[in-house]
Each structure stands twice: as C-alpha cells, then as structure tokens.
C-alpha cells in the first residue's frame, strides 16, 4: 500500500506539500515511467519521479489530492498495489501496454 513521509515537520499534515510514495501495478520500463511523469507533472503540476524496478511512484503534493491522484494512474493503467482483480486487473494491464507504448514514442526508454 502507499507509504508517506513529510519533510514539512508538522503535526497535521492537511494542506502540506508531501512527497507521496503510492505503490502501482504494471510498470515495466522506461516508457511507463516517462507517461507516469509526463501525465502527472502535466495534470498536478507537481515533480514527480517513477521507481521502475520497485513500481512506486513519487509526487510532491498533498494528502487531500492522493485519491485524484491515484485515479489518474488507474486510467493511465497503473492501479495502486493490491487494489484490482480478476477483469479489473487485465483491464489495467492492458491500458499499461497502451500507455507504455506512448511513453517509448514521446521520450527515452531507461530500460
């Protein structure tokens, strides 16, 4: 599931940029990570970085967005972990592929 941490040293974190760490399903290379980044920096205007091998993604942003957010990456195709099932799941997997190919026509892989 995602894990967050806040550098902000506060007690609430309400309102209060954060880096979320969400946990998805179905990143596979370069080109999922560079449609991840590019759709989310471009819909949150936030930074965000991808962790291919361990498909946790980072965003700087805050808590009351995190289901907008992971929204955003179910319709890319990227599911939080352990959140889709049976049709769901291959439905996901399958709009990844999708995703995936834009991502290695519009940047670089880092296979």
């Known amino acids: 599931m995602a894990e967050f941490r806040c550098d902000a040293g506060a007690a609430s974190t309400a309102g209060i940029d954060m880096t ?16 991840i980044r590019s759709k ?13 091998e361990n498909g946790v ?6 808590q009351e967005k995190r289901e907008e957010i992971v929204a955003r990456l179910v319709k890319l ?21 999708v995703s995936c190919a834009i991502g290695r026509m519009g940047g670089t892989d880092n296979d």
């Open 20 to 35: 979320l760490e969400i946990h998805v399903d179905n990143i596979k290379c370069g080109g999922c990570a560079n449609t």
């Open 57 to 62: 993604v980072r965003i700087e942003s805050t």
């Open 40 to 52: 989310l920096e471009e819909t949150f205007e936030a930074p965000v970085s991808v962790d291919i």
């Open 77 to 97: 195709g990227y599911p939080e972990t352990g959140t889709t099932a049976g049709v769901g799941a291959a439905t996901a997997k399958a709009k990844s592929f």
